[in-house]
Nanobody, 119 residues
Framework: QVQPVESGGGSVQAGGSLRLSCGYI?????VGWFRQAPGKEREGVAC???????YYADSVKGRFSISRDNAKNTMYLQMNSLKPEDTAMYSC????????????????WGQGTQVTVSV
């Protein structure tokens, strides 16, 4: 399996929490989470570099947390204090091939999982 596989999306009320999971093939690569809302460009939300550094978009700092379990080749995105503006399709990506960890170009992409936050 090369393509990452996401899970954990769903619907939640504002202020709630969700945890997204993503299985990927190698623990020695940078991995990231992106999101795209209808009518908007895709944006990098969080990433974990292959060196263990983490980066976040300003819009999610203090609310989202990325982590990885290299033994399971799985990464997670814990999303707390969710807001309606967090509503989007969230995709995980693995193996950075260009640019910076947050928002850069990745080789492998998951299909995405929908997150909907209602007021």
């Amino acid at each position: 399996q090369v393509q990452p596989v996401e899970s954990g999306g769903g619907s939640v009320q504002a202020g709630g929490s969700l945890r997204l999971s993503c299985g990927y093939i190698s623990s020695s690569v940078s991995v990231g989470w992106f999101r795209q809302a209808p009518g908007k460009e895709r944006e990098g939300v969080a990433c974990s570099s292959r060196f263990g550094d983490t980066y976040y978009a300003d819009s999610v700092k203090g609310r989202f947390s990325i982590s990885r379990d290299n033994a399971k080749n799985t990464m997670y995105l814990q999303m707390n204090s969710l807001k309606p503006e967090d509503t989007a399709m969230y995709s995980c990506a693995a193996h950075l091939v260009g640019g910076e960890c947050l928002g850069g170009a990745y080789k492998y992409w998951g299909q995405g999982t929908q997150v909907t936050v209602s007021v």
